[in-house]
């Protein structure tokens, strides 16, 4: 598996109610199937997320980060105490404290209104952050809201000064940032190079012709403020990301965002992701309608029925396929051929497809004639969008050749587990 890979993570439910053995058994093998690394979980202060749910996901060499969402007048030393020593003999070693303090519904509004405020607030977090290393667990700083009612990045800047300023370099060495980073709906080239290369870009003001830190580079620019203020990069970590619900249809009469979270999911697999970003957590529940609608089918239908895994098994048993009536050259290993057809709802076979297409890394498109170059041929769609007729000739071409009937979301990540244990997970053959 590749570095960036590594770093692929998701938002659990935004809520303290699905931590139950249920709730495991129906999401983790979920969430290995698909090789998840991290995943955020909303956390309470006054009651631990159970322990046989965080081992589990340890044991399933997932990551979990604990988010305690709470007001700034919430959080002291002295209540975090019996939580901080559950969660260190469960091995924790990510817990967020507070959530975008750079928001006014985050404070009391008479604390809101009085001077100095990111000062009051380092007073209030040094203390917090020192009582986390005391149990092993990583500093971490708050997330912000990018903009936000006070200026995220005029936030940060002050926060990291006053804590330099205070001499506090030992706690900055070992300081983790922890961010949102959504696209916004803008492509996610937008904004970078940070401020070193849109300088007319201000807090409160981006003029028309110049772009922000408000993007999926987000990233670069909180690096940018680090380096300037601390000296060195600060390694970062997402909280959640991915596409903001502001995304619009596009001319093409295609979501961009279905288009763009494929981008951002092989973002998080390459190895030019920036090395000091920990992970990518996205957030399943809210990035988009598409999306949201495509986690849903999965919720519906948590564990594969025996129909699907006899279809698996039947798929991959690994028995020889004749290819004495083959007449094409396989250069391609495994292609998912996918149906043209205005009967179907193409957009949402898209959604489906692209975690599975990223795991298994198939050829995916609409050619039967590319089709035919394959090894293996995975149809999705009924005969009615694909005829049996096609089924026939890619198998007189030489292909192994299986139908599923539709893109369910499920099935697929069954398939893509079932291919990750056999390693046939490249869409092009050797040369």
Known sequence: ????????????????????QADLDRWLPIFQSIQTKWLTLSGSCSLAIPEFFLRKLIEAD?????????SIDQLNVRSLRPLFANYADCSIKHIVLHDRPNMRTQWDPSSWSRGDLVERFIDHLIPLLEFQTEYGLKPIFPPLEP??????????????????????????????LGLYQWSYGKPLEWGAGGPE?????????????????????????????????????LPMLILAGGISPQTQVGRTGIKPDLDAITEILEHARCDDHPGLVLNLALDPHTVSEGLRDSWEAIIEKPSPSRRIKAKVKE????????????????????????PMSNHRNLTQDWVNVGPFALAVKPVVGFSVGEAQFAERVTIIGHET??????????????????????????ELLVMAAELASKNLTSGVVNA
Request: glycine share 8%; hydrophobic share 35%.
């Open 62 to 70: 997932i990551k979990p980060i604990i988010h305690l969402e709470a």
């Open 1 to 20: 598996m590749s570095q960036g890979f590594d770093r692929l993570g998701f938002h659990y439910y935004h809520d303290q109610d699905h931590y139950t």
């Open 315 to 338: 798929l991959f048993a690994g028995e020889e396929t004749s290819t004495t009536n083959a007449t094409h050259k396989k250069i391609i290993s495994h292609y998912v051929l996918l």
């Open 147 to 176: 903009g936000g009612d006070y200026w995220d990045t005029a936030f940060l800047r002050t926060a990291l000064g006053s804590l330099q300023r205070r001499g506090k370099g030992e706690l900055l060495k070992d300081l983790t």
């Open 385 to 410: 969008d694909i005829p049996a007729a096609i089924e026939d000739q890619l198998r007189s071409a030489g292909c192994d050749v299986n139908r599923l009937r539709m893109a369910d979301a499920s």
């Open 197 to 233: 290369v849109w300088t007319c870009a201000q807090p409160y003001n981006t003029p028309t012709d110049s772009q922000d830190h408000r993007g999926f580079r987000i990233t670069e620019w909180y690096s940018a403020i680090c380096r300037e203020v601390v000296g060195i990069e």
